[in-house]
């Protein structure tokens, strides 16, 4: 089951914040969130797992509602930097590790 | 700093050749993973091996489609008879997992297929 991603893009000016919502209906053991640029690997940004705990980049923040199975990224101060395709990667109990990702959210940073 | 590599990086062929890719994990991962992403779409998994053995296959996976992981190491992906459908960039994943949940699962640059 793919998780849904919302919103679908979003432009902001230099500075501004910028929430990216990942939800799935299935109960999840993680979640990831990794940022691709146009051609590019997807880079890893940050774990939440069942539990609260949390890992990965200092300058980016995000929670996990595990009874809504909801996760949200939360970008403050945007860069120019920050611009690309963010993706949700949920991992379920019995999943084999591995990571379902939902479509992405595209995030475009102007001056 | 070693990622993980693939190769290779591009590779144009024609409807009905066979294309092999390679990926080399980072050292001592044992998991390593197979994704497709096709242009606006998040990674579809395809395939999954801990070690060298294959755990699991996606029923999107075809049975023109086959993975190996040779000693636990590197790892190939062969697609058969290639269609203009499997068109897309490969991606090859590894992560270090010793039997948690939640481990940082890295990706290679991917490999682009395109079939013409």
């Known amino acids: 089951q793919q998780p849904v991603q919302s919103p679908q893009a979003v432009i902001l000016r230099e500075g501004e914040d910028a929430v990216i919502n990942c939800s799935s209906s299935?109960?999840?053991?993680?979640v990831h969130w990794y940022r691709q640029k146009h051609g590019e690997a997807p880079v890893f940004l940050m774990i939440?797992?069942?539990?609260?705990e949390q890992k990965g980049h200092e300058k980016i923040s995000a929670s996990f509602n595990e009874k809504k199975q909801q996760s949200s990224l939360y970008l403050t101060a945007s860069q120019l930097s920050y611009s690309g395709t963010y993706f949700c990667?949920?991992?379920?109990?019995?999943?084999?590790?591995?990571?379902?990702f939902g479509k992405g959210t595209l995030l475009t940073v102007n001056p | 700093d070693t990622g993980v590599s693939q190769d290779p990086r591009h590779k144009i062929t024609k409807r009905g050749q066979n294309v092999t890719f390679r990926c080399d994990p980072i050292?001592?991962?044992?998991?390593l993973y197979w994704y497709r992403q096709t242009l606006g779409q998040g990674p579809e998994f395809l395939t999954y091996?801990?070690?060298?053995?294959?755990?699991?296959k996606s029923r999107l996976l075809s049975d023109r489609f086959s993975a190996e992981r040779p000693k636990g190491s590197f790892s190939t992906l062969e697609i058969q008879r290639t269609e203009q459908g499997d068109s897309a960039m490969y991606l090859c994943?590894?992560?270090?997992?010793?039997?948690?949940?939640?481990?940082?699962?890295?990706f290679g640059e991917g490999s682009w297929l395109t079939v013409v």
């Open positions: 990667g949920t991992e379920r109990g019995g999943s084999n590790y591995k990571l379902t």
């Open positions: 050292s001592e991962h044992n998991r």
């Open positions: 299935k109960a999840l053991y993680s």
């Open positions: 091996f801990q070690n060298e053995a294959q755990l699991e």
């Open positions: 994943a590894s992560s270090l997992g010793q039997g948690a949940r939640g481990n940082t699962i890295y």
């Open positions: 939440l797992l069942k539990g609260g």
